[in-house]
């Protein structure tokens, strides 16, 4: 399939203009940068699992009636996807205390939540995207109305359950992850957009909690592709004797590390 023109170029992936109009293209990187952009490698074979994974998950959300931007995989790097304006706002949703919320609060590290909590950050890297309020979602216009972010807020909790049981299942707990939210360019209605993928999650195994994210990259925990694989083929996408395609999982290329 033919890509039009790059329409954006972020952090782990690529935007590209799609066939038609209203469509787009997006290509997941093999790069990764934590701590807003100061640690960065380029980690061999991620942007294929990521594309796998994520395919994966989106479409098992279709189908529990959840719209995503996501029309169909085309290749091992590449989606067509609905163009949408993304709302400058990401949704955390975290069902176990750790990151950044343990270090913001205190809260000891692995507390269990009583229930899912939803935290906001507004999406600006000048900023560090810090934690925002409902209220400052709303003055400052972020989202359009009230209404639509408790529609999304709704969204996000009927994700986490459906997919902390889809990872449980596997053995994997669903820790927290990010969620993001555009209205499509053409139809004007609000999608689930981006990714959702062990760079987006925190994924531990069960019984030995290791972790299968990108913890692993943020924390210098090494093999990090083996992690996504084993998330990959605990998903039934990828099979023990699958090599994804002709990709070779060396080590990550650390290119710059400045340590906060
Ligand atoms: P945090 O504990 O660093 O705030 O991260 C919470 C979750 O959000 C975790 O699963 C990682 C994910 N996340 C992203 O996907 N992108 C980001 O830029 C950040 C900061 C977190």
């Not at 109305?145 to 408790?150: N, Y």
């Amino acid at each position: 399939m033919n890509k039009g023109k790059k329409l954006y170029e972020g952090k782990a992936k690529i935007i590209y203009e799609g066939p038609e109009n209203g469509t787009g293209i997006q290509h997941f990187k093999d790069d990764a940068t934590a701590f807003n952009n100061q640690k960065k490698a380029t980690v061999e074979g991620k942007g294929v699992l990521n594309n796998r994974i994520s395919e994966h998950i989106l479409n098992n959300l279709n189908q529990i009636g959840i719209e995503t931007h996501l029309i169909k995989r085309l290749n091992m790097r590449e989606q067509l996807i609905t163009l949408c304006e993304i709302f400058p706002v990401e949704f955390i949703v975290r069902n176990i205390a750790t990151g950044s919320l343990t270090k913001r609060l205190g809260i000891a590290d692995g507390t269990i939540l009583k229930r899912p909590l939803v935290e906001f950050s507004y999406k600006n890297d000048d900023l560090g995207d810090p934690v925002v309020s409902k209220e400052h979602i709303l003055e400052f216009g972020w989202i359009d109305s009230a209404e639509t972010l408790d529609w999304i807020i709704d969204k996000c909790l009927r994700i986490n359950d459906f997919m902390q049981g889809m990872f449980r299942g596997v053995g994997i707990k669903l820790v927290d992850f990010k969620l993001e939210f555009g209205r499509a360019n053409v139809k004007r209605k609000i999608l689930l957009a981006d990714e959702i993928s062990p760079d987006t999650c925190r994924l531990w195994d069960v019984s030995s909690e290791k972790k299968l994210d990108k913890d692993r990259f943020r924390k210098d925990l090494g093999n990090i592709i083996q992690a996504y694989q084993e998330v990959a083929r605990r998903l039934g996408i990828i099979h023990e004797e699958t090599n994804i395609s002709e990709v070779k999982f060396g080590k990550p290329k650390v290119v710059n590390i400045k340590k906060k």
